[in-house]
């Protein structure tokens, strides 16, 4: 996954259904002697709306929360979609727009208070590991370079079979991402994470080797390939939101023939556009464990 060197202004078309990070706010400068609890937070996705029901798919989002014995203060600190999961995983075909047109920005969340009931109830809240105020200044400071450079949501792993060994094609930038980045600086900077088993859900499509076709201006753009991008245009337009139950039964059947019957996907990541040739089983959601990292120096005596 591609950094980059800034972060655009999202566009005023792209909005969101829920505002993203109401309560946010800037992290605090602790005190280098402080001793902060570290918390592995999941919940199913979408959890507030719908409780466990995504739950029981393992489709989950990840969050980490902190606790400083100095102040007694929590807080909670999560990477999601600015404009939600549909809108980062496929584009808005716009009037007048040849090219389609993505809202898919991801950034980083910080605010006080840890929402106990929310984590516990469907959940997991666990304490990992304790870190000083100085490694959490530190982390700080890495997480606003990460939140400015890695700018944008990708849904999908993509790799070659579902074998443990397989080739992944591309890899997801999602929620458990950002966790498991964050996970592995605090082990760099110090933290020794106790020993328990972590999982974290990934969606992977199944596909032979991609094949690169271009980006935005070589497919769309005027001297473009005008098959190539009518072509992509209707592979998405099944996906768009739908106002009846009957045109998402119909435009179902059209996914199913699409990337099922006929193998085909389109996948748009960093600011490319790929083919797959889909294999068996196609589209897999699991939910496996991802070990705790161990860290590339000793503890700070924490």
């Given at each position: ?13 792209c909005?969101a259904?829920y505002?993203?990070c109401?309560?946010g ?21 979408w ?16 969050a ?11 807080y909670?600190?999560e ?7 549909g ?18 920005q ?9 929402d ?30 990460d939140n400015?450079?890695?700018?944008y ?19 997801s ?36 080797e ?7 201006t ?16 209707d592979?998405?337009y ?5 106002r ?32 797959l ?9 699991i ?6 990292p161990?860290?590339?120096k000793?503890s700070?005596g924490?």
């Open positions: 996954h591609r950094r980059f060197d800034y972060r655009p202004k999202t566009d005023p078309y909005q259904r505002t993203f109401p309560t706010s800037a992290i605090p400068v602790m005190k280098e002697e402080d001793v902060i609890e570290v918390y592995r937070l999941q919940a199913p996705v959890e507030f709306k719908y409780g466990d029901l995504l739950g029981h798919l393992k489709i989950m989002h990840d980490v929360g902190f606790k400083s014995s100095l102040t007694g203060k929590n909670t600190m990477w999601y979609e600015l404009f939600q999961l809108n980062c995983t496929f584009p808005h075909l716009r009037p007048g727009m040849d090219a389609p047109f993505w809202c898919n991801g950034a980083a969340c910080f605010y006080e208070g840890i106990y009931a929310h984590w516990k109830e469907n959940g997991t809240l666990v304490l990992v590991t304790t870190i000083s105020g100085a490694m959490f200044n530190e982390m700080a400071k890495w997480v606003k370079y400015e450079t890695g700018i949501y990708e849904t999908w792993t993509v790799q070659a079979s579902p074998d443990k060994q397989s080739i992944v094609w591309f890899d930038y999602e929620c458990s991402k950002f966790i498991l980045r964050t996970y592995q600086k605090l082990a760099d900077l110090g933290a020794v994470f106790k020993k328990i088993q972590t999982n974290y859900t990934s969606i992977i499509l199944f596909s032979g991609p094949i690169y076709l271009g980006n935005e070589s497919i769309f753009g005027p001297l473009g390939n005008k098959t190539l991008a009518a072509a992509i245009r592979f998405y099944p996906f768009k939101p739908h009846t139950v009957g045109e998402f039964f119909v435009d179902l059947l059209k996914i199913i023939d699409r990337v099922i019957l006929n193998r085909q996907f389109y996948l748009f990541y960093n600011l490319e556009y790929w083919f040739p889909m294999k068996f089983p196609y589209v897999k959601i939910y496996e464990e991802v070990p705790l161990i860290g590339s000793t700070f924490v």
